[in-house]
């Protein structure tokens, strides 16, 4: 039996805070009030950069042979929790924070910095942007460091910072606080 793709399976677990489009709208009514109040009193650290220095993991993720111009390939960082999803991609553009021979290779978290929409499969390679983010249309620029284009969100999507070792392409750190975390790399 086929393996389980690990992303799939951390979507698919019960309890899973990840929210899509379709559970949004049908919680949307009586959550509204309870989602306004919850980031303004519960969770003061969430949607701001980080402060502080982390010591994050070096882990493989991908190979530049096998990655192909508008192609994102996701990968778990920086652990294997749900709010690690990330992407990888291959803008065929030189991007601030790109790496590879052409500086076009980046990642970034695919969770929306807003309220922590799912960002998956939402990259436009016209615009070389993702989004809009299915719940409040927040698009952001992967050329610049993820920064906002236009929306709800105030934070740009937090970019995974990247090493080249011959072919392989290294995750080695996170610029910016990732959706839901208080620090991206627990103590
Ligand atoms: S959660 Fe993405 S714009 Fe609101």
């Not at 291959?90 to 990642?107: F, M, N, S, T």
């Not at 990259?123 to 993702?130: E, I, T």
């Not at 620029?141 to 740009?156: F, I, N, Q």
């Amino acid at each position: 039996m086929a393996e389980e793709n690990p992303i799939e399976k951390i979507l698919n677990m019960p309890g899973n805070c990840l929210m899509t489009r379709r559970q949004f709208l049908k919680g949307m009514g009586a959550a509204t009030s309870t989602i306004l109040l919850s980031d303004i009193f519960l969770h003061p650290l969430l949607g701001r950069a980080a402060l502080v220095t982390q010591d994050y993991p070096r882990k493989k993720i991908g190979g530049l042979s096998l990655l192909k111009n508008d192609q994102p390939l996701e990968f778990l960082y920086p652990d294997e929790s749900a709010h690690a999803i990330c992407f990888l991609v291959k803008l065929g553009e030189r991007a601030h924070g790109g790496v590879g021979p052409q500086e076009d290779i980046v990642a970034f978290s695919n969770l929306c910095t807003h309220q922590g929409g799912l960002m998956r499969g939402l990259y436009d390679a016209q615009y070389k942007v993702a989004g809009p983010c299915p719940l409040h249309l927040t698009t952001f620029d992967l050329t610049r460091h993820g920064m906002v284009v236009s929306g709800h969100a105030t934070e740009g999507l937090p970019q995974i910072v990247l090493e080249v070792e011959g072919d392989d392409i290294y995750a080695t750190g996170v610029q910016g606080l990732i959706y839901g975390q208080a620090s991206n790399v627990s103590a």
